[in-house]
């Protein structure tokens, strides 16, 4: 079944205890991303992957980074994670990244920071 | 720049009446428009999106959105309500100077009465 997976569905920290989100596809697509939604705000993006090792900040990329060694595979991480980073946070790919690709969406990261 | 405006954050509506969900947009160059819709605990999905061609587009589970570019809108809309189209909605843009950007709405929450 072509799907994008995220790990863990459901996470709550301290605030500055790295951790790491993961998300894979297996769809062989080459763009992926990041957003984080929140009430009011819809969502907005936080870093986007064109491809392998490249990689470029969305709209909100402050407190987070990313990397992409293998085309499927896209983790997001927060090194020092701070109670304004509680969200639900949502991955996704599509084919090319074109303007008109539809977005594949994963089922979401919940994450609580105390 | 691009942007999305959803108007009303929350409609209630009776099962088999009409579903409208208002969406209005600005972009400098020709819009890409989508929504996506959100079940309860799951990921986004496409429900149509407008690329170009024929303005009034058909998608999934009965929904259509007709793009009008005189009002900067595509709303959404279904002529009967079900339970199951009890979900949270999400217009978004995207344009040929945007490549792999969704810029989203705020979202409008449907609640389906019996």
């Known amino acids: 079944e072509a799907q994008v997976t995220q790990n863990p569905r459901y996470l709550i920290t301290v605030t500055g205890k790295k951790l790491t989100v993961t998300c894979s596809q297996n769809m062989n697509h080459e763009y992926m991303s990041w957003y984080r939604q929140d009430p009011g705000l819809g969502l907005r993006q936080i870093y986007y992957s064109m491809n392998v090792e490249v990689t470029d900040k969305g709209d909100v990329p402050e407190g987070y980074k990313v990397s992409r060694k293998e085309k499927r595979n896209f983790p997001l991480i927060l090194e020092s994670p701070s109670p304004n980073q509680t969200s639900l946070y949502f991955c996704a790919s599509s084919p090319r990244g074109g303007s008109t690709d539809t977005q594949y969406f994963g089922p979401g990261t919940r994450l609580t920071v105390l | 720049a691009q942007s999305v405006t959803q108007l009303g954050s929350h409609v209630s509506v009776s099962e088999g009446a009409l579903v409208l969900l208002r969406c209005n947009y600005s972009s400098s160059v020709p819009p890409y428009l989508f929504w996506y819709v959100q079940y309860p605990n799951q990921g986004l999905q496409l429900l149509l999106k407008y690329t170009t061609g024929a303005t009034l587009v058909k998608g999934i589970n009965g929904f259509e959105a007709e793009f009008k570019k005189s009002e900067t809108s595509f709303h959404l809309t279904k002529p009967s309500a079900h339970m199951s189209d009890a979900a949270e909605y999400f217009c978004?843009?995207?344009?040929?100077?945007?490549?792999?950007?969704?810029?989203f709405g705020a979202g409008t929450q449907v609640v389906v009465t019996p």
């Open positions: 978004a843009v995207s344009d040929s100077d945007s490549w792999g950007k969704l810029q």
